[in-house]
């Protein structure tokens, strides 16, 4: 297991259920992974959610191979997890989702506009 870590101590680090972890170990994509189940797995082993995602993705066996995703901003990072977080509250996470929205319609600097 990762840095030597036996299964035992990974399930007390990340939540993981014993029975997910075999799944996932398996590879066994018959559902789609919980978001929120990757995402404390992920904080538990201190990995980035972006490979992790990667490599749980169902049916990636099945695709060609690509290469990774860039390197992901840590604040866009924050924000993905924050969405995520079930003690975030519903109103939090709308004015999160209303803030993107606003910012994905923002025009470009002008040298980046069409003429």
């Known amino acids: 297991m990762h840095r030597g870590w036996n299964q035992v101590t990974v399930l007390e680090k990340t939540g ?14 018959t559902e789609d992974p919980k978001a929120g189940q990757v995402l404390d797995f992920c904080d ?3 990995i980035p959610p ?4 990667l490599i749980l993705w169902p049916g990636k066996r099945d695709r060609s191979p690509m290469p990774g ?3 992901m901003d840590p604040d866009v990072e ?16 709308y004015h999160i989702r209303e803030t993107l929205r606003a910012l994905a319609r923002r025009p ?3 040298s980046q506009r069409a003429s």
């Open 16 to 29: 993981t259920k014993k029975s997910t972890l075999h799944r996932w170990l398996r590879g066994d994509w």
């Open 44 to 46: 538990g082993l201190d």
């Open 50 to 53: 972006a490979a992790a995602f």
């Open 69 to 71: 995703p860039p390197p």
């Open 78 to 93: 924050l924000v993905l997890r924050r969405l995520v977080d079930p003690k975030v509250t519903e109103q939090e996470k």
């Open 108 to 110: 470009g600097p002008p």
